[in-house]
Each structure stands twice: as structure tokens, then as C-alpha cells.
């Protein structure tokens, strides 16, 4: 029987009418029917889920070619496997970043409120995976250093001001 658009009005009024009726048919024809019921709902969650899976691949996508500087891919080697990329804080204030924001600060949730602020030029740059890791490594190194060299200098000026104290020490106590 083919539906005809008078039939599908009908039938919407007739469930306003009897809501009772279509509900308790409902919950009898779930209960007589459990693997269809399972089947309906894996169908419809797998439907939902490769709509998302393409929305978030889309989103995904723009952000890395806008930051890629209108490629999708590395800025430094030029590795393009969407599965590998990331966004990458320039300034290395991601931490700091993530701390400052509630929602929105990894993931498609970043990319999204990326999108949503008109994608901010300055601040990401796309990377795969390993050239994060070596920038990060690399980060480290340098800071290392840092606190090493501070450290030399902050004992060095220790051992002067502990000569200076020690000569003081002596000066006062000259053998006659």
C-alpha cells in the first residue's frame, strides 16, 4: 500500500489521539520481538555514528589544512596520514592552555571551538605525531639545560661567597 501524504496525517493524528494505545503496542512488540529490537538499535547507533565519524573527519580536516598553511599535513616533514596529525601550541603553553579552558581543549572538541572562534592565526601549527615528539623532547632538552646552567651559577656563587666567608674567617685569625 502506498502512502499517500492524507494517510500520513491521519495516522500522526491518530497517535496524538491514542498515545496510550501506541505506547502499550510499543513495549509489547519490544517485548515479543528482543533481537529485532537489538538489531534496530545497533543499526541506527552505527548510522549515527559514521554521520559523526564524517562530521569530526571534516572538522578534523579544514582545521589541520588551515593550519598546515593550506595543506593537510606536517609543516615540518610534510607527513599527510590524517590519523597522525595533531595540532601543536607553538609557544608551548598547551598546559597551560588546556588549564585555562573547561571544554574544548583536546580532540574534535578542540578543533570545533577552533572553528567556532574563526580558527586564530598564530597560535597552533600542525605536526605528526613524531615531529611533536621530538619537538616536546627537544622543549625538554632545552629546559634541562637551563636548570643546569642555573645551577652552575647559583652554585658557583655559592662557592665564592663561601671562599669569601672562609678567607674573612682566616683574616681574623692571623698566626703571630
Given amino acids: ?4 501524504k492524507a494517510w500520513e496525517e491521519y495516522y500522526k493524528k ?3 489521539d491514542h ?3 501506541y505506547r ?14 537489538k538489531i534496530q538499535v545497533r543499526k541506527r547507533w552505527i548510522k549515527l555514528q559514521g554521520g ?8 578534523k580536516t579544514a582545521v589541520m589544512t588551515f593550519y598546515g598553511g593550506g595543506e593537510c599535513a606536517c609543516v615540518r616533514c610534510g607527513f599527510s596520514d590524517l590519523r ?11 598546559s597551560s592552555d588546556r588549564k585555562n579552558r573547561t571544554t574544548g581543549s583536546i580532540g574534535i572538541g578542540l578543533y570545533s571551538r577552533l572553528q567556532k572562534e574563526g580558527l586564530p592565526r598564530g597560535e597552533y601549527q600542525t605536526l605528526c605525531a613524531n615531529c611533536n615528539t621530538v619537538k616536546q623532547q627537544e622543549h625538554l632538552e632545552r629546559v ?10 647559583d652554585i658557583a656563587s655559592w662557592e665564592v661567597k663561601k671562599f669569601k666567608s672562609i ?6 685569625h692571623k698566626r703571630t
Fill in 1 to 4: 500500500m502506498k502512502r499517500t
Fill in 14 to 16: 491518530w497517535k496524538e
Fill in 19 to 21: 498515545p496510550d494505545y
Fill in 24 to 37: 502499550n503496542y510499543t513495549k509489547q512488540w519490544k517485548a515479543d520481538h528482543p533481537d529485532e529490537v
Fill in 52 to 59: 559523526a565519524q564524517r562530521r569530526d573527519t571534516l572538522i
Fill in 84 to 94: 597522525a596529525l595533531c595540532l601543536d601550541h607553538i609557544r608551548n603553553n598547551g
Fill in 144 to 153: 634541562r639545560l637551563a636548570k643546569i646552567l642555573s645551577l652552575q651559577k
Fill in 167 to 172: 678567607k674573612r674567617k682566616l683574616g681574623r
